[in-house]
C-alpha cells in the first residue's frame, strides 16, 4: 500500500492508497503472448506452473505473475563473449 501525507490547512492527514489492481489475462490472451494454444495453458495453470485466480468456473491469470513464469523459465543465448575471448 502507498501512503501519501496530505496537508490540510487545520491538521496534518494521512491518507492510505489501496494497491492498484493487476492486469488479469484470459487463457486466451496468455495463449497468444506465448503463441501456443489454450490447451497449453490450461496445462499450464493445472500443473500449477503458472498462477491463477479462479471465480466460480473463470481462470484467469495476473499478468504480474505470468510475465515472472516467462522471465524464470526463459533460457539465455549464446555468451556475449565469443571462444576465443577472455577478459
Known amino acids: 500500500m502507498t501512503k501519501k501525507k496530505v496537508k490540510s490547512a487545520?491538521?496534518?492527514t494521512e491518507v492510505v492508497e489501496p494497491p492498484k489492481?493487476?492486469?488479469m489475462?484470459?487463457?486466451k490472451e496468455a495463449a497468444q503472448i506465448l503463441s501456443c494454444s489454450v490447451v497449453t495453458i490450461?496445462?499450464?495453470i493445472d500443473s500449477g506452473q503458472v498462477?491463477?485466480?479462479r471465480v466460480?468456473?473463470?481462470q484467469r491469470i495476473p499478468q504480474s505473475s505470468f510475465m515472472?513464469?516467462?522471465s524464470d523459465n526463459t533460457r539465455g543465448g549464446r555468451d556475449t563473449?565469443?571462444?576465443g575471448e577472455q577478459s
Do not use: W
Open 81 to 83: 563473449q565469443t571462444r
Open 25 to 27: 489475462l484470459k487463457a
Open 68 to 70: 515472472k513464469f516467462i
Open 42 to 44: 490450461q496445462r499450464l
Open 56 to 58: 466460480g468456473n473463470i
Open 10 to 12: 487545520s491538521a496534518k
Open 21 to 23: 489492481a493487476d492486469v
Open 51 to 53: 498462477p491463477h485466480v
